[in-house]
């Protein structure tokens, strides 16, 4: 389920950027890289940040949603493979937010837990 959120919000990404940037396809749009890329990272961060698990699936998710709404959307075409490749590459960074989005889980969590154990008891 995290990962199907996870790759909607690359799908969303997609759309959107690439129409508010009239373009064809979100990476040629002026905001990708002000507000879709970080927003794809948000994602995967928060999304790992509250499942805290499977940082390599989330952090590719989104790049992946991106990567099928563009093909849905515009056919694919001959530079297709080099979608691919670029998306790899960027999808590292996604994996990136999301085993730090499994950390901050993860220690959230465990500053919880210590809150707790430490109440006195009465």
Request: aromatic share 12%; no cysteine; hydrophobic share 50%.
């Amino acid at each position: 389920m995290a990962a199907a959120l996870a790759f909607l919000s690359g799908a969303a990404v997609e759309v959107v950027t690439s129409e508010l940037g009239h373009r064809r396809e979100a990476w040629d749009s002026p905001y990708y890289f002000t507000l879709g890329f970080p927003a794809m990272l948000a994602a995967s961060f928060v999304i790992s940040a509250a499942t805290r698990k499977y940082p390599v699936r989330i952090g590719y998710a989104p790049f992946a949603g991106q990567l099928i709404a563009m093909v849905l959307r515009t056919g694919g075409g001959s530079m297709l493979p080099l979608g691919i490749i670029f998306m790899g590459f960027l999808g590292l960074w996604g994996v990136l937010a999301a085993a730090l989005g499994v950390k901050a889980g993860n220690r959230w969590r465990g500053q919880k837990l210590n809150i707790s154990r430490s109440s006195p008891e009465s």
